[in-house]
């Protein structure tokens, strides 16, 4: 006779948290579809086809740079003046840091305004900010990038940051985590740009 290991118990799911998300969340997406009905479906689809494209040219290509690229290099040499008031480090980071935020300002923003497609596009950016950071955060050893700033002998920011921190030997596993967050919110990004696309066209229909 074996005598097995008991696991022990799974807690069972809080039903108040359950109820409490649940219409919630059935409210927000009858909400967008009502947002939907009248608006036209024919010039977003072509941006989604886009922003799909896009994010298969990242995929394939760490080099690539989508038509979010110039924004988000400004974006980011921005973030250094804006947070050099915190001395090196955080200025240093703040390109970063801003070059990630700004999209996820921007997509707050749009939600605000219930323009659900406009929130598809924000989280789209902010997954091809993060494809081009991956790429930067990965180079932090190797410095093979050209460098552009501000000044005529800019730094390169995560070889310093990495350095500072004493994980420079990181730059690989933080710039994958980093391409995996893009890829996740750039699939969810494209879902809901689909879903919205097709209520859309389905209520035309009706």
């Not at 989508?66 to 955080?90: C, M, P, Q, V």
Request: glycine residues 12%.
């Amino acid at each position: 006779m074996i005598l097995g290991v008991l696991a022990p118990p799974r807690p069972a799911p809080d039903p108040e948290r359950r109820a409490l998300w649940s219409p919630r969340l059935d409210a927000l997406r009858q909400d967008a579809d009502e947002w939907c009905a009248g608006r036209s479906w024919h010039w977003r689809s072509a941006l989604l086809a886009y922003l799909l494209w896009a994010g298969v040219r990242h995929l394939r290509d760490p080099l690539y740079s989508s038509l979010f690229g110039g924004i988000t290099f400004g974006i980011h040499e921005l973030g250094h003046l804006l947070f050099a008031f915190g001395g090196k480090f955080i200025g240093v980071a703040g390109g970063s840091v801003a070059q990630v935020a700004a999209p996820a300002i921007a997509a707050a923003l749009l939600f605000r305004q219930r323009d659900y497609f406009g929130v598809a596009v924000g989280g789209a950016w902010e997954a091809f900010s993060l494809w081009n950071l991956a790429t930067y955060i990965g180079d932090a050893r190797s410095r093979e990038l050209p460098l552009i700033g501000l000044t005529s002998d800019p730094i390169h920011d995560w070889n310093w940051l990495l350095g500072h921190l004493g994980i420079l030997a990181w730059d690989h596993t933080l710039a994958g985590l980093t391409r995996l967050a893009a890829f996740s919110i750039w699939s969810g990004s494209v879902a809901l740009g689909g879903w919205l696309c097709w209520r859309m066209a389905s209520k035309r229909k009706g």
